[in-house]
């Protein structure tokens, strides 16, 4: 779903996918709408931060509730130690059907990791995905 060798970029027709994948419930509508939105500026593609400040929009839009945002974040972070990592991002996302190398998913983790640690931990997480434009 994030296309392989290019920075972690999701094809604009498996947007609706992808959300749905991350724990949101967006109607044909609301994808398409994403969609002529963003064609609109020639893009073919989207980053992973432009895909967090959609699912953002979309569940602060929809009061996605804390308690769904703790069930997302635990989905990634399988050894449930408080943090997602590179092997867990990896295991998410091939689960999904988008494999990415180890470098792929440290750019993915670094875009998103305040304080440096190389991983993201739940305030980082909850930042990404409600983070507003």
Avoid: W
């Amino acid at each position: 779903l994030f296309t392989k060798g290019k920075g972690g970029h999701i094809k604009l027709e498996q947007l609706g996918q992808v959300m749905r994948a991350a724990g949101g419930v967006p109607t044909e509508k609301e994808i398409n709408s994403a969609i002529s939105e963003l064609a609109t500026q020639d893009k073919i593609s989207i980053s992973f931060q432009e895909f967090t400040e959609i699912i953002a929009e979309h569940r602060n839009r929809h009061g996605f509730l804390e308690q769904e945002l703790r069930e997302a974040f635990e989905i990634f972070d399988d050894d449930k130690d408080g943090y997602i990592e590179t092997g867990e991002l990896i295991r998410v996302l091939t689960a999904i059907g988008d494999p990415l190398t180890d470098k792929e998913a440290d750019e993915l983790i670094k875009e998103a990791d305040l304080n440096g640690d190389g991983k993201i931990n739940y305030i980082e997480f909850v930042g990404m995905t409600c983070k507003p434009k």
